[in-house]
Nanobody, 128 residues
Framework: QLQLVESGGGLVQPGGSLRLSCAAS????????VGWFRQAPGKEREGVSC????????LYGNSVNGRFTISRDNAKGTVYLQMNSLKPEDTAVYYC?????????????????????WGQGTQVTVSS
């Protein structure tokens, strides 16, 4: 079965940090561009960050730029999202997605049709 699995979510205080992981089951994530998206209750899906297949191109949404860092470990076939200086407005379900047809680039448009596989999401809650 082909699927993505996110992990690492949880409850943290404002200013705290979390590290999310995205791993693939049934295929090698090293050959896919990967994006992170999030959706809060009552709000539309928002692009957070993405990383190209090569790892050479990364993008960040304006609301997280400077606080979040995306990376990939090809030896482990895993993509990470390091989230620092977390704010209550970061509270959302975070999803990772994988695209086979994005070669040297990635996209963070929440309406992108490029991503073929989506994970089930992991809850991130930032509250004091």
């Amino acid at each position: 079965q082909l699927q993505l699995v996110e992990s690492g979510g949880g409850l943290v205080q404002p200013g705290g940090s979390l590290r999310l992981s995205c791993a693939a089951s049934g295929f090698n994530l090293d050959y896919y561009a990967v994006g992170w998206f999030r959706q809060a209750p009552g709000k539309e899906r928002e692009g957070v960050s993405c990383i190209a297949r090569s790892g050479g191109m990364t993008l960040y949404g304006n609301s997280v730029n400077g606080r979040f860092t995306i990376s990939r470990d090809n030896a482990k076939g895993t993509v990470y999202l390091q989230m620092n200086s977390l704010k209550p407005e970061d509270t959302a379900v975070y999803y990772c997605a994988a695209a086979s047809q994005l070669f040297r680039l990635c996209v963070i448009s929440p309406t992108s049709t490029d991503y073929e596989y989506w994970g089930q999401g992991t809850q991130v809650t930032v509250s004091s």
